[in-house]
Nanobody, 125 residues
Framework: QVQLVESGGGLVQAGGSLRLSCAASGRTFSGYTMGWFRQAPGKGREFVAR????????SYAESVKGRFAISRDNAKNMVYLQMDSLKPEDTAVYYCAAARRSWPPVVTADEYDYWGQGTQVTVSS
C-alpha cells in the first residue's frame, strides 16, 4: 500500500516562505515521477511542479516558476516544495502525487497513480 503524507502547510503573509514535505512509503520509488498539485476553493486541481526521482528532471507551472523549487531525497523517500515570495493567489490545498513512471513524461493529473490527503496553504495580503 503506497502512502503519501504531506506536511508543512500553514498561514503566511504575502512575500513569505513555506516548505512543504511529502513522505512516501510502501515501496521503492526509483523510476517514479513525484508531483505537487494545488486546488483553490471553487477551482480545479492545478499542476504546480514535478520531479523524476531517478534523473531529477523538474518542471514547473508558469505561475510558480522562479518562486517555487521541487526537490527530493531518495534515501528518505521524501519530496519537498520550497515556496518563496508567496502571493495570496497561492492559497490552496497542496497535494503530493506519485506516478509509476518517469518516461514518457507525466503531464496530467490523471496520469498520477497515488495521492496524498493534502495540506492547506493560506497566504494573507
Amino acid at each position: 500500500q503506497v502512502q503519501l503524507v504531506e506536511s508543512g502547510g500553514g498561514l503566511v503573509q504575502a512575500g513569505g516562505s513555506l516548505r512543504l514535505s511529502c513522505a512516501a512509503s510502501g515501496r521503492t520509488f526509483s523510476g517514479y515521477t513525484m508531483g505537487w498539485f494545488r486546488q483553490a476553493p471553487g477551482k480545479g486541481r492545478e499542476f504546480v511542479a514535478r520531479i523524476t526521482l531517478s534523473e531529477a528532471s523538474t518542471s514547473y507551472a508558469e505561475s510558480v516558476k522562479g518562486r517555487f523549487a521541487i526537490s527530493r531525497d531518495n534515501a528518505k523517500n521524501m519530496v519537498y516544495l520550497q515556496m518563496d515570495s508567496l502571493k495570496p493567489e497561492d492559497t490552496a490545498v497542496y497535494y503530493c502525487a506519485a506516478a509509476r513512471r518517469s518516461w514518457p513524461p507525466v503531464v496530467t493529473a490523471d496520469e498520477y497513480d497515488y495521492w496524498g490527503q493534502g495540506t492547506q496553504v493560506t497566504v494573507s495580503s
